[in-house]
Every structure is written in structure tokens, then in C-alpha cells.
């Protein structure tokens, strides 16, 4: 039987100060926490600090009733959360903005290196796939910023709502699999494409919910809070409490039939085929890391869930393999993807020479004149919330408002700028065509406010945000500057370790 894991998660984060663009008619009144001037956000299992920038002390962190440790910035997962607000790179600094905070882990699921080497081999493992084919790691690249390198190919491009191709309305979504029946055989002729580009999964963990709408939530009736995560194998029973968004996003899709499996697929048979399959057998040129590993566990699924989890977190023997351990062991390894070496994270804590004057100035102009920051906040680059930015017609695609009416339709998540460059090239925002085709389109649009002009738009609560900007040419050019540049951490466009990966056998 045919299965696939879709992992369109994506990812627009922050957690660190949950202030969103005061938009009333993009923002949920749920449970999401807000932190007020100088308040701290929390839900549920975990809290961290505000800004100082807006009366809270950076970086501190702490566990809230549910308990959710967090951890600093050692690409191992870190080792003290105390040590990563201390200061960049170990080192005491005294710094401009809020520095990169540490990571928020479930109580429940906590760090532990093995986990995480897992969670690794899983991201990247083509047989979770009907048809061997694709991987998480498939949609995901670190080099292309998280996102889909291919969803700028032309078998990407998917006609919009007029089922037209080459119109207004195109997607560049994410190439999945061939449809196919409960018994794998294939029902159509094209590879299926994704709805809406993949978006990033760097940095994912500070969200309360993933997805570009969001629906990587507990929203059903006896949830303890909408970021609590709900077994597949056990409904009703609630492994992680609170800050479970990326364990949801890992478990959302995974049955679904565009991405990596076939229709009538279930967790059972992913279970099985695990037991005997040979950890990333399609891979070649696998890290070193991750094959001394695979080698140490005599090349057996069920040995490296037995090293990962032991005989805790499941009623079964140690070498159960369970949708909750793969949810558990993936999430932990995102969880170490902490994008947090870029020229500005190195200028935020005292280096001068880190940006250029380009982009120290389209700091200046990002800050202020641009207005980016009332939703791209440092130092996640990120509210975490959903706003309609009047960037595409609602009746393309509702986002947020298909999953709850409290929200402006159309709206979307913020995307974390983080790394935005290297996703440049295949196409912004969750479209990855017409308005978000490139940064200079969308700094465009933003210092026009929006598609000011088209009525449906118009006829729409825009974030208040979105206002004409009156950007000069060489405002807009530092702003592309710092945007393209200062936000691009070297390990990530290298893929150097953590971002380090195999090659999959598709490329």
C-alpha cells in the first residue's frame, strides 16, 4: 500500500513577542498569547519573555504549568538556554534588538541527540513516500531557504481558480506524486502539484500553529489548548499539551494524497514498512553524522527508534515504531534548525562590519519607513499571525478564514524573512507567482499598499499596516539590500551542519 507524508508546513514563526499588526480583522481572538508592552506570550506549556524593546529583559525564557524547557543555540540543540541569551555565539554582548531566543522544547518531548538524529533520517527518507520518491526533505531544501526549489519549473506551475494556465491567478506550488488507489496503482497520468508553495521550515519552532493557514492546530472539542498534539494512533489522548504546533504539522498531512501516498493509506502500513526498511537506502552522499549512526544501529528502523526513545513515551517494546515517535523524533530535529548566524544576528550583537552600509541603511528604512516590522518583528522576522495583506484576490485563495471565520479572508501567516534571499529565486509568498514572483515586485506592491486598485481587494479589511510607503529608489534599493543579504545564514545556503543533508535519489 501507498502512503505519503505531506509536509507543506511551513512555517511563518515567532513566538518571542506575539504582538501582532493590531489588525482586528486578521487577528484570532483564540487563544493565541499576545504580549503587551513589556508582557511576556505564553500558551499553555510555555512562556517566553518580551522584547526589551517593548519593556521585557531579551532572551529569557521560562517553562510555563505544562513545562516546556528551552534550549540555547548549540547546533547539537543547544545546551543552556541561559547561555544563548547571555550572548551571540557564547560570547557576552551587549546587544542592539533582541537577540535570537532560545528554544522552546514540550515538556513532553524533550531534546536528546539521538532524537534528533532520527528526526533527521526520517526528514530525508524517500520510502516514507508510496512511490519512494519523495521525502520531506524533497520540498524542503535549506539551500533554497527552506522552501521548493522546483516550484520554479514548469511542472510546478498550476492554473488558479479559472483553470487557465498562464493568468493572473497561477500557483507555483510543490511537485508531489502521481495519484494512486488503495492498491498503488497509479489513477493519474501528471505528477500532482500542491495548492500553494511550500513555505519555509527553518526556524518553524517558535509558531503556535503552521501551515500557511494555520491549521496545524488542535481545534477539536476536548483539546487542552489549540497547540496541543493529539495522537493519530490514540484520538482523545494528548501526548504533548501545549507548544506541540511543529509535532501537528509533522502528523497534518501526512495521509493525504497529492503530496506522498495514495488514497486509503494509513499509519499502520508506514508503521510496518519501517520495520524492515534500510535507513535512507534511496540517499546517497549521507552526512557522516548520520551514517555512523545508522551504521551503530545495524541499519534498522526499529533499532534507531529503540536508541531514540528507549522504553519511554510508548506502552509497546523500545523498538516500537509509532506515528507519535515520528512526530516526536522529526519535530526535534527542526527544532535545531535555529537560522541564527546571519550578518544581522552577528551586527545585533556589537559587530559593526557584519552589513554593509546598504544594508545597516535598509535596516534603518525596514525598521521605519517600510513599516516592516509592525509584522515581521525582530528577532524572528515574524508575528506569527495572519493577516490579509491585499497582495492577491481573496476568492483565490481564503488562507486562515477556510480554517476559522475570525479572520479577514485571504488571510495568510507571516512568513519569517529569515533566509528570504535564497527563496527568491522560486518565487515568494504562498503563491510563488504574479504579485510575490520576486522581492523587487513586492517592495513594489507593499510602497504602493497593496492591490489598491482591484475591487474584490478593496472590498476587504486590509492589515492596517499596509499603507502607500513613498519609498525612494534608494530606500528600496538598501532595503533589498539587507533583505537579500543581511537575513542569510552562510550555514544555510551551504548547507552546512545543522543544514547539512543526503542527496536524494530524485535530484
Request: with cysteine; glycine share 12%.
Amino acid at each position: 500500500m501507498t502512503r505519503r507524508i505531506g509536509f507543506n508546513w511551513i512555517f511563518a514563526v515567532a513566538a518571542v513577542v506575539a504582538v501582532a499588526c493590531s489588525d482586528d480583522s486578521s487577528v484570532e481572538p483564540s487563544g493565541s498569547a499576545s504580549a503587551g508592552e513589556g508582557g511576556a506570550s505564553s500558551e499553555g506549556g510555555w512562556t517566553i519573555a518580551g522584547s526589551p524593546d517593548h519593556g521585557g529583559k531579551a532572551g529569557h525564557a521560562s517553562s510555563g504549568e505544562a513545562g516546556a524547557p528551552v534550549e540555547g543555540g548549540s547546533d547539537s540543540g543547544g545546551e543552556s538556554g541561559a547561555a544563548n541569551a547571555a550572548g551571540f555565539g557564547g560570547e557576552t554582548a551587549a546587544f542592539r534588538h533582541p537577540p535570537y531566543p532560545p528554544t522552546p522544547y514540550p515538556a513532553e518531548n524533550p531534546h536528546s541527540t539521538a532524537k534528533a538524529l532520527l528526526g533527521k533520517i526520517l526528514f530525508w527518507e524517500e520510502q516514507l513516500s508510496g512511490d519512494d520518491t519523495v521525502a520531506c526533505g524533497t520540498c524542503h531544501r535549506p539551500n533554497a531557504g527552506g522552501s521548493d526549489p522546483r516550484s520554479a519549473t514548469a511542472a510546478a506551475f498550476l492554473p488558479g481558480p479559472d483553470a487557465v494556465l498562464d493568468t493572473a491567478d497561477d500557483i507555483h506550488g510543490s511537485l508531489g506524486v502521481v495519484r494512486c488507489d488503495s492498491e498503488g496503482l497509479p489513477t493519474g497520468l501528471t505528477v500532482q502539484v500542491t495548492g500553494r508553495k511550500a513555505p519555509t521550515y527553518l526556524d518553524a519552532m517558535f509558531a503556535p500553529r503552521l501551515f500557511w493557514d494555520g491549521r496545524a492546530e488542535c481545534s477539536k472539542a476536548g483539546c487542552p489548548t489549540f497547540s496541543a498534539f493529539e495522537d493519530p494512533d490514540s484520538p482523545g489522548t494528548f501526548p504533548i499539551r501545549a507548544g506541540g504546533a511543529l509535532e501537528n504539522q509533522v502528523v497534518g498531512p501526512p495521509m493525504s494524497a497529492v503530496e506522498m501516498t495514495c488514497e486509503g493509506a494509513t499509519w499502520t502500513a508506514l508503521h510496518d514498512e519501517l520495520k524492515t526498511a534500510v535507513p535512507l537506502a534511496l540517499a546517497s552522499d549521507t552526512p557522516a553524522e548520520l551514517q555512523a549512526f545508522i551504521a551503530e544501529h545495524h541499519h534498522s528502523y526499529p533499532e534507531l527508534f529503540a536508541a531514540a526513545f528507549g522504553d519511554q513515551q510508548t506502552s509497546g517494546p523500545a523498538t516500537e515504531i509509532n506515528t507519535r515517535r515520528i512526530a516526536f523524533a522529526i519535530a526535534t530535529h527542526e527544532r535545531r534548525l535555529r537560522s541564527d548566524q546571519t550578518p544581522w544576528d552577528r551586527w545585533n550583537a556589537g559587530d559593526d562590519q557584519a552589513l554593509t552600509p546598504s544594508e545597516a541603511r535598509g535596516f534603518e528604512v525596514f525598521r521605519g519607513k517600510a513599516r516592516c516590522e509592525g509584522c515581521h518583528r525582530v528577532p524572528n522576522f515574524s508575528d506569527g499571525d495572519f493577516h490579509f495583506i491585499g497582495f492577491h484576490k481573496p476568492s483565490w485563495d481564503l488562507g486562515r478564514k477556510a480554517v476559522t471565520e475570525f479572520v479577514a479572508a485571504g488571510a495568510m501567516r507571516t512568513p519569517t524573512l529569515r533566509n528570504v534571499g535564497l527563496r527568491e529565486a522560486t518565487g515568494m509568498l504562498h503563491r510563488g507567482a504574479g504579485a510575490g514572483a520576486s522581492m523587487e515586485e513586492l517592495v513594489e506592491l507593499y510602497d504602493k499598499g497593496g492591490l489598491v486598485d482591484d475591487a474584490e481587494v478593496a472590498a476587504v479589511p486590509i492589515s492596517p499596516s499596509i499603507l502607500p510607503l513613498q519609498l525612494t529608489q534608494g530606500e528600496k534599493n538598501d532595503l533589498l539590500a539587507f533583505l537579500r543579504n543581511g537575513l542569510t545564514d552562510p550555514r544555510v545556503k551551504t548547507q552546512q551542519p545543522p543544514f547539512d543533508r543526503p542527496t536524494l535519489s530524485t535530484e
